[in-house]
């Protein structure tokens, strides 16, 4: 472990980080593309340039995110996809700018693939494979109802300003990725030998 973890059960984690994240996303997602038009002026063609970027970049970081998070630690690839996200987000809604869009969409992209299993892996691990579909569905429950609750406070700082919610979103990833290796524990976790993983993801994909 690199922190020490408080004594927030592995359970609620969980379902704070499904909630807080969701809540975030959903809050940037809402407004993302209005913004983009609006404010930062974007054509059709660098729309399209701006989702291929974050699918390119999902598609070829897929493979060696998941690994570290198999060979190294759930938790660690959980915090650096989360910080990541944030990032690539408040760089978006902070600087208005074609260019930085794709850099943003590189940040994110990135941080989607660190995240992305390795958040069902962890809680997996912590609570045991009996466990973890209760845990999986109680998660999308939150989740939901924290997207849902976004809405209205997305729109309500677009008001102030398009950018409001995006910056906000991101920072709210930022703070959440920097807090979890305090509450986030990893007693359970149990390497994969890198040749396996490497085999594991290849076979997966």
């Known amino acids: 472990m690199f922190f020490k973890s408080t004594r927030l059960t592995a359970y609620t984690v969980y379902l704070l980080l499904s909630g807080i994240s969701s809540f975030a996303l959903y809050m940037i997602f809402t407004i993302n593309m209005v913004y983009q038009v609006e404010i930062v002026k974007l054509n059709p063609l660098q729309l399209v340039l701006v989702g291929t970027m974050l699918e390119v970049v999902v598609f070829l970081c897929q493979i060696p995110t998941g690994v570290i998070a198999d060979v190294y630690s759930r938790r660690l690839s959980v915090v650096i996809g989360t910080i990541l996200m944030g990032v690539g987000f408040l760089l978006e809604g902070l600087v208005p700018r074609f260019d930085t869009i794709l850099l943003a969409q590189v940040l994110w992209g990135v941080g989607v693939t660190f995240t992305d299993g390795a958040q069902q892996a962890w809680i997996a691990d912590e609570v045991g494979e009996e466990n973890a579909g209760k845990a999986f569905m109680r998660s999308a429950q939150v989740g939901q109802l924290a997207s849902l609750l976004s809405v209205p406070v997305s729109i ?13 979103g991101g920072g709210v990833l930022l703070v959440l990725g920097l807090l979890l290796p305090f509450f986030m524990s990893e007693r359970n976790f149990q390497p994969t030998p890198r040749r396996n993983a490497i085999r594991g993801r290849l076979w997966a994909n």
């Open 156 to 168: 309500s700082l677009a008001i102030i300003r398009l950018n409001v919610p995006i910056v906000a």
